[in-house]
Every structure is written in structure tokens, then in C-alpha cells.
């Protein structure tokens, strides 16, 4: 059974960081195309940020410069660092695993940045 499960988010001030984790179980993450999601509350979810099985990166405009996301293999384990957070950034943060016609994600968690 596969398994993302994310963990770090809370309520942060604008200008905070925080780092959201994502540890997988069931799958071997090196192998897939790893996603963080965003949906804010009545708006689309967006991808935020992805890096390949070959660790290129990319990044949606709005958090370019601000947030990083990277993995470690050995710990099965995806990270977004978030810095210079904004009220706007506000939204649930979903994992994503994506491989060919795979398609893996987690329960999201909850970051909210007061203003």
C-alpha cells in the first residue's frame, strides 16, 4: 500500500519559513516526478514546485527565489522549504508522486501565514 504523508505545516507570520516533509512508504521516490501542491480555499490546486527522478527542478512563478524543494532518498523523503512566506501562500500543501500513468498523493497539510 502506498503511503505520502506530510508533516510541518502550522501557522507562521508573513516573512517566516517553514519546511513541509513528505515521507513515502510503498514506493521508491527516487523513480518518480515529486510534486508540491497548493489549493487555497475556493481557487484551483496549483503546482508549486517539482523535481524530477534526475533532480531538476522547477518552480511556479510566485515562489521562485522563496521556496526550494529537494530529496533524500535514503530517508524516502521530499522537502519544501519555504521562506519569506506570505498571507498569500496561504493553502492546504499536498505531496505528489507522479510516474508514467501513476499518480500518488498525500492528505495535505495546513500553512497559514498571518499578516
Known amino acids: 500500500q502506498v503511503q505520502l504523508v506530510e508533516s510541518g505545516g502550522g501557522l507562521v507570520q508573513a516573512g517566516g519559513s517553514l519546511r513541509l516533509s513528505c515521507v513515502a512508504s510503498?514506493?521508491?521516490?527516487?523513480?518518480?516526478?515529486m510534486g508540491w501542491y497548493r489549493q487555497a480555499p475556493g481557487k484551483q490546486r496549483e503546482l508549486v514546485a517539482s523535481?524530477?527522478?534526475?533532480?531538476?527542478?522547477n518552480y511556479v512563478g510566485s515562489v521562485k527565489g522563496r521556496f526550494t524543494i529537494s530529496r533524500d532518498n535514503a530517508k524516502n523523503t521530499v522537502y519544501l522549504r519555504m521562506n519569506s512566506l506570505k498571507p498569500e501562500d496561504t493553502a492546504v500543501y499536498y505531496c505528489?508522486?507522479?510516474?508514467?500513468?501513476?499518480?500518488?498523493w498525500g492528505q495535505g497539510t495546513q500553512v497559514t501565514v498571518s499578516s
Open positions: 505528489n508522486a507522479f510516474k508514467t500513468v501513476v499518480d500518488y
Open positions: 510503498g514506493i521508491t521516490l527516487s523513480f518518480y516526478r
Open positions: 523535481i524530477s527522478s534526475t533532480d531538476i527542478t
